[in-house]
């Protein structure tokens, strides 16, 4: 049962995430207003929590060996690119993480949303998001090929 719960966490997590970063960078793409900030900031806390999730859940499945074991993991060509990609999707995550906390002190503290978006810094933390989604749908591709045994050394 636990195998079962870890891997529908798991892929619930990566629906979450994708819908919300695909809505995060939608809301970017608008002109800055109190309530497109409202809808990013939401946006951005999901993908978060999803991502924890998504992580936390992979973590026990490879760690714990619920499914295969980690040698089967660790020799799997396919799991170790999805990995990179994971890497890949937290690194261009930086930035619009750090640059999110500080809209979000700044609107916490009143600043109007006009003074708190630096022209043209939106519409590249959107883009961010949509690569971020892209790396998601191959990561899928891949996954999909991991689970029908393609990618073992051998």
């Known amino acids: 049962m636990l195998r079962i719960t ?8 990566l ?3 994708f819908g919300a970063v695909l809505a995060r960078g939608a809301s970017l793409r608008n002109p800055p207003s109190a309530e497109g ?3 990013t900031f939401h946006f951005d806390t999901e993908w978060g929590v999803a991502a924890g999730l998504w992580i936390g859940t992979g973590l026990w499945r490879y760690l714990g060996e619920t499914e295969k074991s980690t040698a089967y993991y660790n020799g799997n060509h396919l799991f170790l690119a999805k990995m990179g990609l994971l ?11 750090m640059t ?3 809209w979000r002190r700044a609107v916490g503290r009143g600043t109007t949303p006009d003074a708190v978006v630096v022209a043209g810094t939106a519409s590249k933390l959107a ?3 949509f690569v971020q989604a892209g790396l998601v749908v ?3 591709f891949l996954a999909v090929g991991m689970a029908r045994g393609f990618g073992t050394r051998g």
């Open 6 to 13: 870890l891997a529908a966490l798991h892929l619930l997590a």
């Open 15 to 17: 629906g979450i995430g």
């Open 100 to 102: 999110l906390i500080r």
């Open 138 to 140: 191959v990561m899928v």
């Open 87 to 97: 890497v890949l999707i937290l690194a261009l995550e930086a930035w619009p993480m």
């Open 127 to 129: 883009a961010i998001s």
């Open 37 to 39: 900030l409202r809808r």
